[in-house]
């Protein structure tokens, strides 16, 4: 598992070219780091939404800054807090699967990159539908440093590393199947 140092995590996290974080060596930008905690944060408002959906109280409220309520008040941790070290564990995921994948010559199959397209195309249906062009939809969801260079590089990155992941889970699967034999 990749060291990880954070070196921007303050009031200056999002700060445009700033370094937040280094993973085995290689320097993450403020951006990539960004796309996760949206990613993360999405994810939240959408478990919030399916909470409301059954009258179940929900304890994030997206019109709250998130630095401004209790993920765990016990812990003095708040949502921001919360949410930029889910996106820190999967930026850090992400990125040892894909060095592991470099490392083993595995590239991106025609299929992951079909999935890619398909992503890229799905902001491009939302984004009409909102009257954006691309880079405008993407900088509302993600914000203002995620650029559509950042968020392919992102996509391509999480999809190399789910495939890399299932291709080592079944090499592994085969070879213990081979040693019961």
């Known amino acids: 598992v990749g060291a990880v140092a954070l070196l ?9 070219g ?4 280094t993973i085995d060596g290689v320097d993450y930008k403020a951006a990539d780091l960004q796309y996760y905690y949206s990613q993360v ?3 939240e408002i959408q478990m919030a939404q399916y909470y409301a959906y059954y009258g179940i109280p929900a304890t994030f409220d997206a019109t709250v800054s998130d630095g401004e309520q209790w993920y765990s008040e016990s812990d003095g941790k708040t949502y921001a807090d919360y949410f930029r070290e889910q996106a820190l564990t999967s930026l850090q995921q ?3 699967a894909c060095k592991a994948a470099q490392e083993a010559g595995y590239t991106l199959s025609e ?8 992503n890229l195309s799905s902001f491009d249906k939302y984004a009409a539908q909102s009257n954006m062009t691309r880079g405008a939809y993407i900088s509302y969801l993600y914000g203002g440093e995620v650029t559509e260079k ?3 590089r992102n ?4 999809i190399l ?3 890399y992941r299932q291709y080592y889970q079944d090499s592994q699967t085969y070879e213990d199947a081979d040693l019961e034999t």
């Not at 921007?8 to 445009?16: L, Q």
């Open 8 to 16: 921007v995590w303050n009031s200056h996290f999002w700060e445009k």
């Open 41 to 43: 944060r999405n994810s």
């Open 111 to 118: 299929a992951g990159e079909k999935e890619l397209q398909e």
């Open 155 to 158: 996509l391509r990155n999480d």
């Open 18 to 21: 700033a370094v937040a974080a």
């Open 150 to 152: 950042v968020l392919t």
């Open 94 to 96: 992400t990125a040892v």
């Open 161 to 163: 590393a789910d495939e």
